[in-house]
């Protein structure tokens, strides 16, 4: 199995550093991962320090969190894609559960696992929020777009879990445990970031609303919402 780590990266150099270590230190020795960080500043991009055989970075244009995942599945050559933040932490064997609890559950590479936010209330962490997306579950999508573009920040992750859910083709995996320094959760992690991202969450909760309303699940239909 090929696995593309991929991370949308603003502002949290110490943050993005600290999640770079620790897929690091968790990283299987076979070729069979690559780590994808996409800047979306440009001095960022040019100053960033580490050079790893086994890493890629990019400079984006603009970022729209669901155009963004899905042009990245669209070229994708590997078999899963893992999409995760800037601001998580990888612990002891998370990588290597990753690849055998996908293996075993998608050996086809047909669905999609959820990550564990092993740090943060159960009843308050969104199961598919990070996880890890298979190509051929992404192949039933037109173009691989996954995700429901009417969605700048929030829920497209949700939606895209519904769906596979009612599929069949979602598994939690408890065992594949990441730390998520989520700022609601931890004060003194609030940064400019995090207040940026945060003012696309109304707007987002209403799109959904809508959405549910109307009878749309992105997946079963590739509908957007009619204009107002």
């Known amino acids: 199995m090929k696995l593309d780590l991929v991370i ?17 230190r968790t990283r299987l020795e076979e070729d069979d991962m690559v780590l994808h960080i996409y800047f979306s500043r440009v001095e960022e991009f040019n100053d960033f320090p580490v050079k790893k055989p086994w890493l890629k970075t990019y400079l984006l244009e603009k970022y729209r969190a669901s155009s963004f995942w899905n042009s990245h ?15 998580v932490e990888f612990i002891d064997d998370t990588i290597d559960k990753i690849f055998l609890n996908f293996v075993y559950y998608f050996k086809d590479y047909d669905g999609v696992i959820g990550l564990n936010q092993y740090n943060l209330p159960k009843n308050q962490a969104v199961s598919s929020a990070f996880g890890v997306i298979g190509k051929k579950f992404a192949d039933r999508f037109p173009d691989r777009k996954v995700f ?52 696309w969450l109304s ?26």
């Open 73 to 87: 599945l669209k070229v994708m050559k590997a078999d899963a894609m893992c999409y995760l933040n800037d601001d």
């Open 148 to 199: 429901c573009e009417e969605y700048h920040r929030f829920y497209l992750d949700f939606e895209m879990g519904l769906f596979a859910n009612k599929l069949n083709k979602f598994k939690f995996c408890e065992d594949c445990k990441i730390i998520h320094h989520h700022p609601a959760f931890e004060q003194n992690k609030v940064d400019s970031t995090h207040m940026n991202v945060r003012k």
């Open 8 to 24: 949308p990266t603003l502002n949290r150099h110490s943050k993005l550093m600290n999640c770079i270590r620790s897929i690091e």
């Open 203 to 228: 707007k987002d909760r209403e799109t959904f609303i809508k959405r549910q309303k109307a009878g749309l699940l992105w997946g079963e239909t590739f509908n957007h919402l009619k204009k107002e």
